[in-house]
Structures are given as structure tokens and as C-alpha cells.
């Protein structure tokens, strides 16, 4: 058995649908409570931490509101340009993690920052592979996919900014291509980890639906659009699951707006949701499930069923790898 879980930034509890997103809902889904940082907003830097330690932000220590700058008096040139050229994005956040980002980048927090700490994290006990969690990372030299193309964007709104009367193409779509590019190559990573049998427990996270939450009405169906195309690339990913897999899907939070603190949420067989209630239960509940089903004393039976399960995953590896060559991160 393998214990995948998929988190999905700012996936929101009243925007899926299990008629529509059956691969977002799966057997059972409701919101979970999320810390709120000192601004009283929940915050993405702080809340992956959470989930994977079990811990509150105060006792984890990545408290820092660095990466998501709430002023929103500031005005400079980036601004001006996005509000002329894409009045539906949230023009504040867009300028703030796109434009203005550093190219050290926020959510950058090494995986030894725990064990020098002594903060026991989800993956300390478990053969586990973990793609792309913001605040922990395995490999600060490695250059990660949706970071490359978060950088792409970010380019494409400064040229705009040099060339402010140049006929462009269209933004918006050419912008929520690349977010649903980030998701689509986050989610194929996971495919090939579990197609390789290598590990108890694999964790991914994407934050393509995040970027395009922030739309106004007026582009409320990039938003629609966006649910359903993620609900197509998860069913994919379900259909590389064993019987005996287990899929959780977790959100740090939802949509938010001036009107609406968005929810973080979670989704997966029953009888372990109905046992998260807030993103601090996730560790806990994954350790139980962990210790209980996959260390089972037959380990012929488990070896035979990895055995099954290399032989019918052989054809489709080389399938996944090709569909990340063509992603161009291969």
C-alpha cells in the first residue's frame, strides 16, 4: 500500500462539486480548519509547515510574512501595467509574488531545518518522496518546474511593463495555461512515483489553481474551467493507484476574497477524514494509517503485490516519462 497525497493550493470546499469533480471529492470530503497568521489571513508559508509537522505556525517557527506582502498602497510601474492590461487579476497579489518576487523566492525553507530543530515531521519514519512542498525542500539547488514557469510569467508581465504600447497577445489565457502547466507537471511527477513502487508514502502539492483563484467575475469561467481540468489530471493519477492505495487530497486554504476567508479542506476515504478537522490532525492521521495497514506482517504477500503491480506499470512508466519530456521537465 502507498499513501499519496495530493495538496492542492487553495482548493476551495465550495467550489468542488462530486457531480462534476468526482476525482477533487472522491469518497468524502468537508472543510478543516487552517491556522491564520498574525494578519488574521491564512498564509501559504505557514500552513504547509503545519501540515506536515502537526504543529501550529508558533511552535514550528515559519511565521515570517515574507512572501506574500499585504500593503496594498504600494504602486509602481508593474502595477500600472497590470491594471491596464489585466484588470481581472488581482493586481496586489499578482504584483507581489510575480512581479516583485526576488529571484531567492519565498517558500524556499530547507528540509534540515526540522531536524536541526528537532521538529518531527510526517516523512521522518516512512520511505517517502516528497515534490515540490512549499518550506520544504530536499534540494535548494534544483530547479523546480512550477518555479520556472512562475518566472516565465513573471517575465511576460515585465515586458509588458517596458513595452506598454506594444500590440501583445492575450494575457489572461496565455497566464491560466501555464497555471493548469504547473498542475499537469506536478501531478505526472506523482504518477511516476507511485508507477515506481519505491515508496510508502509520496506527497505533491501544486499551486496553479492559487494563481488563477485570483480573478474577478468577469473571468469566472477560467476559475470553472481550472476545477474541472485538475479533476481530469487527479482521475489520471487514480487510475496508477492499486486497490489497497490510499489518495488524499488537502488544501492550506480557499478562495479569498474581501468578502470570503477562504477554507482550507480535505478529501479522501472516509474513515480518515472523518478524523481531520483541522490541517494540524493530517500528520497524525497519515502516521495511524501508515503503521496500521502498510507494515503488515506477510511481507511476501506485499512483495508479490509490488511484484503485480512493476509488471502492469511497466508500458505506462515509459508513458509518463514521455508525457514529462513533452512537458519539457525531463
Keep these: 500500500m502507498t499513501v499519496v497525497i495530493l495538496g492542492i493550493g487553495s482548493l476551495d470546499p465550495d467550489l468542488v462539486d462530486p457531480d462534476r469533480h ?24 505557514e500552513i504547509w509547515p503545519s501540515i506536515i509537522t502537526g504543529k501550529q505556525p508558533q511552535k514550528h517557527g515559519i511565521v515570517s510574512d515574507d512572501d506574500l506582502p499585504s500593503d496594498s498602497s504600494r504602486t509602481s510601474e508593474p502595477d500600472i501595467v497590470l491594471n491596464r492590461y489585466l484588470p481581472n487579476i488581482l493586481q496586489t497579489y499578482i504584483n507581489n509574488w510575480l512581479v516583485t518576487a526576488e529571484k531567492s523566492r519565498p517558500l524556499q525553507t530547507p528540509a534540515s531545518y526540522y531536524e536541526n530543530n528537532d521538529i518531527p515531521t510526517l516523512f521522518d519514519n516512512h520511505k517517502s518522496t516528497t515534490i515540490g512542498i512549499p518550506n520544504y525542500v530536499t534540494n535548494p539547488e534544483e530547479s523546480d518546474r512550477e518555479d520556472q514557469l512562475r518566472e516565465q510569467m513573471r517575465e511576460t508581465f515585465l515586458q509588458k511593463s517596458d513595452n506598454p504600447d506594444e500590440d501583445q ?70 487510475e496508477d493507484l492499486d486497490d489497497d492505495d490510499v489518495l488524499v487530497i488537502v488544501s492550506d486554504h480557499g478562495e479569498q476574497t474581501d468578502d470570503k476567508k477562504g477554507k482550507a479542506m480535505i478529501a479522501g476515504p472516509t474513515n480518515i477524514t472523518e478524523k481531520i478537522e483541522h490541517v494540524t490532525d493530517i500528520k497524525g492521521v497519515v502516521e495511524q494509517v501508515l503503521e496500521s495497514e502498510y507494515h503488515q506482517p506477510d511481507e511476501q504477500d506485499r512483495n508479490q503485490t509490488n511484484t503485480d503491480r512493476n509488471q502492469t506499470n511497466t508500458d505506462g512508466s515509459d508513458e509518463v516519462k514521455q508525457q514529462l519530456e513533452d512537458l519539457g521537465y525531463l
Design 169 to 238: 497577445p492575450s494575457v489572461p489565457i496565455d497566464f491560466y495555461n501555464q497555471c493548469l502547466e504547473m498542475t499537469l507537471v506536478r501531478i505526472t511527477r506523482m504518477r511516476r512515483a507511485v508507477r515506481s513502487n519505491n515508496y510508502e508514502l509520496i506527497f505533491g502539492y501544486t499551486s496553479g489553481i492559487d494563481l488563477i483563484h485570483y480573478t474577478k467575475q468577469s473571468h469566472m469561467d477560467y476559475q470553472q474551467r481550472s476545477y474541472n481540468e485538475i479533476n481530469e489530471f487527479v482521475g489520471q493519477l487514480r
Design 22 to 45: 468526482p476525482n477533487l471529492t472522491l469518497e468524502s470530503y468537508h472543510p478543516i480548519g487552517t491556522p491564520n497568521s498574525a494578519d488574521k489571513e491564512p498564509k501559504t508559508h
